[in-house]
C-alpha cells in the first residue's frame, strides 16, 4: 500500500501511526492548520540566511577563562538546571517506541495503537524567557518531567559505583544487571524520561536498564522516582568524557546504549573518545541509537554574540552547553569507533504554535550504528 501522505494525519491514511516524516506541506496557506510539518525544504535563502546568522553569532568567543569553568564545573551548571526544573510536567515519550524499535523488541505492535495527538504533543515546542536558560520549554521538560516520588536512597556516586566494581572486577557473572539478557544503557539520562517509558513499555522480564548522567542531582531524581525499580534498573553517577572510570558493565553485554540530547553537551574535542568507550561496552549486533541537534536548528539561530564557544558550540544562559551536528560528523564519530551506519537522518521540522502564529524551524538527526556481527573488544 502506497503510504505517502501530502499533508494529512497518516494513521488514517494507512492505518497506524507512521514514523516522523511523513506530514509534508505542499499548500503554504495550511501552515497553521497543524503543529508540525514533516521534511520542511529549506530555500536557499533560508539557508544563506541561517548561515549568516550563525557567522554573526560566532564573531565573538567566550574568553578561555570562563571557557574553563564551563568545562570544569560543566556537572555542576547541569545540577543546578534540574535543581530549577525538577518540577516539570510529564510528557509524553512514546514515540521513542516507534523511532527506536530496539528498545521494545518484543512490544513492537505498541506502535499501532499510538494516536496521532501524542505525535503532536512530542514536539510542541515554546520559547523560553529571553533571561532563561535558552532551552525550549519542551527541552527543558526534556530534561526535568518526571515528578518527584519517595526519597528513601541517597544516590549512588560515581565512587560508590567504581568502589564496588574494583572489588568486583566485573567479571561475566557479577555485575549489575548479569542474569539479563538483554540490556539497554541510557547515557546522559536527566531525570528518566527515556528510562521510565521503556521500563514500562518493555515488559520483557529479560530485560535490565542501565542509566547514566554526570549529575547527581539528576540521578537521585532517577532513584527517588516511585517507578524506580532496582530488580530491573541501574541509576548510577558517571561522566562519559571521563577516561579514568568505568562503566559498571563489561565490554561486549550491551545489546542497546541510547543517546538522547546527550552528546551535544560535551566538548567537540571528547566526543570521539566518549563514543569509542561506548562501543566497546556494545556486544557485535548491538546497536547504538543518537537524536540530537542539527546544524542550523532554531536554537542555534537564536544564540546571540558572546555565547560561541567553538565552532557550532554554545554556551546557555545557564551555563549548559550545546553543539550543532552535521549528519558527517556523527558519521564520523560512529565509525571511527567501528561501527556500521544503519540509519542517520536529518529530521528538518516547521513547528508551528498556532495560538501565537509562529513558526520554528527545528532540525534534529537521528543516527542507529551497529556494531559488526564479527567484531568484539576486551
Ligand atoms: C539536554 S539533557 C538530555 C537529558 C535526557 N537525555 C533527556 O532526553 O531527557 C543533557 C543531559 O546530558 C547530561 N550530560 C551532559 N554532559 C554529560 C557528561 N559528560 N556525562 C554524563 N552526562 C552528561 C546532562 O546532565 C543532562 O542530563
Redesign the pocket.
Known sequence: MDCSFPEGDPAAVCGKRQQFGSRFLSDPARVFHHNAWDNVEWSEEQAAEAERKVQENSTQRVCQEKQADYEIN??KY??N??KIHENGFFKDRHWLFTEFPELAPSQNHLKNLLSENKRSEVYEYYRSGEDGPD?TIE?QH????VSLGDKTQPPLTEESVTQKLHHLEICANEFPGSSATYRIL?????????VFPILQTNNDPSLFVYC????ST?VELVQTNSAYDPSRCFAFV?????EDKSYPMPENSLDVI?????L???VPD?MQN?INRLSRLLKPGGIMLLRDYGRYDMAQLRFKKGQCLSENFYVRGDG???YFFTQDELDTLFTTAGLEKVQNLVDRRLQVNRGKQLTMYRVWIQCKYRKPLGSSTG
Request: hydrophobic share 40%.
Open positions: 560543566a556537572n547541569w545540577n538546571f534540574y532551552l527541552e526534556r530534561c526535568s518531567s541510557e547515557v546522559g539520562c536527566g531525570v528518566g524520561n527515556t547514566c548522567d554526570f549529575s539528576a558517571h561522566d562519559l568524557c571521563d541510547i543517546l538522547i540530547f546527550v551535544s553537551a560535551i571528547k566518549a549548559t552547553r550545546v
